[in-house]
């Protein structure tokens, strides 16, 4: 599915600008390397290394990624990226000073999963950062996944990032405006967590 939404060349599915409630916290992250879960054609991980970061963006799409890539050297700066199924991939205990996951809906038991290596994935001090559409997002049909279990709500988010303080948590309804598929108003959870 994924590689078939990003395969026109000539358009970015979500746009080519950082997501707005990232683009308004990242000034949190700490200095270090910064992971991208489910990145897609890589706004978010090309706006924060334009800022200086080394940031590596994973994703499940090679269509998505090569974008990335693309769009990182017409800015000039360099990402890393990693192509891999996330309910697989690894992700080093204590290495990220930042984890970032804008949209990234997955079936519960795989999200679960991901979180909670999140969780333990940052440094001391380091900050996991997430905006996600909630099960109310269905009433508005302004993007994001056709079942509310792909969704998030804030309760379940704090289940699933066990040992971090929560600095921002909210559900909220706002205007996204990122590309084609998320247009509108929305429902959405917001949250900004740090390690201890």
């Known amino acids: 599915m994924w590689d078939e939404r990003y395969a026109d060349p000539d358009e ?26 489910a990145e897609g054609e890589g706004r ?12 590596t963006a994973v994703d499940g799409s090679a269509v998505g990624l090569e974008k990335a890539r693309r769009l990182a050297a017409e800015r ?33 038991d795989i999200r679960r999963e991901v979180h ?41 988010l704090r289940a699933e990032l066990p040992g971090l303080e929560l600095l921002v948590g909210q559900e909220i309804e706002r205007w996204v405006e990122e590309g084609r598929y998320h247009s509108g108003l929305a ?3 917001q949250v900004v967590a740090q390690a201890p």
């Open 12 to 37: 970015y599915a979500y746009g080519t600008q950082p997501n707005t409630f990232f683009a308004s916290e990242a000034w949190r992250i700490p200095d270090g390397p910064v992971l991208f879960l």
């Open 44 to 55: 978010n991980a090309v706006w924060l290394a334009e800022r200086g970061h080394a940031v």
């Open 76 to 108: 000039g700066v360099e990402i890393e990226t990693v192509h891999a199924d996330l309910a697989s991939h690894p992700i080093e205990p204590g290495a990220w000073a930042g984890i970032v996951s804008i949209f990234g809906h997955l079936p519960p």
């Open 116 to 156: 909670r290596r999140a969780a333990s994935g940052l440094r001391p001090g380091g900050l996991f950062l997430l905006e996600a559409y909630t099960p109310r997002q269905l009433a508005y049909g302004t993007g994001g996944p056709p079942t509310a279990e792909m969704m998030m709500d804030l309760a379940g």
């Open 187 to 189: 429902h959405v959870v």
